[in-house]
């Protein structure tokens, strides 16, 4: 489960600590969060859980939950793995909440400066020629107004998500 907007710059401040207990008394199991930013792992039935941990979070942030199987799936299927695997700052997975509609992926568009986007299954993959912050990408979700939420993690974030998933 990703929680986008956590404890960037002073606002949204959340304790993985606090949001351990959280995730847990809401049935959660084995949960496990990783770095400071809303990444968590966990055993749960994932229909409804993005609305219901929404709802008890004292912040007020868009959730979004993939099963394991749809992380492995998001990293696997990257159009640029060795860029990834060389440059893992560079290259970013944009989480979604719903597939993005033809007409949405069309007003995205696939290039803009250096910068590259590709479409897979409720993830986009972001391909940054410079910094992430201030990349023409960002112009470009905000040209396409969508009401999707979109929540991304560079590479090295994705693929220790699916490690977390695999642990015992």
């Not at 400071?36 to 609305?51: C, F, I, K, M």
Request: hydrophobic content about 40%.
């Amino acid at each position: 489960m990703l929680l986008r907007g956590i404890n960037v710059g002073r606002h949204n401040r959340l304790a993985m600590a606090d949001l351990r207990v959280l995730l847990a008394d809401l049935g959660c199991r084995d949960v496990t969060t990783h770095l400071n930013s809303g990444n968590a792992v966990v055993t749960a039935d994932p229909d409804g859980l993005a609305e219901r941990v929404a709802a008890a979070l004292p912040v007020r942030v868009p959730v979004v939950v993939f099963t394991a199987a749809e992380l492995r799936e998001a990293v696997e299927n990257c159009p640029w793995s060795e860029r990834a695997r060389t440059s893992p700052k560079q290259v970013h997975v944009g989480y979604l909440d719903r597939p993005l509609s033809t007409k949405e992926v069309d007003r995205l568009g696939t290039r803009h400066g250096d910068d590259e986007v590709a479409v897979g299954r409720r993830v986009l993959y972001l391909s940054y020629a410079g910094p992430s912050t201030g990349s023409p990408l960002e112009a470009a979700f905000t040209r396409a107004r969508t009401d999707v939420v979109l929540t991304t993690r560079n590479w090295s974030t994705a693929t220790r998500l699916v490690d977390l998933t695999r642990s015992p």
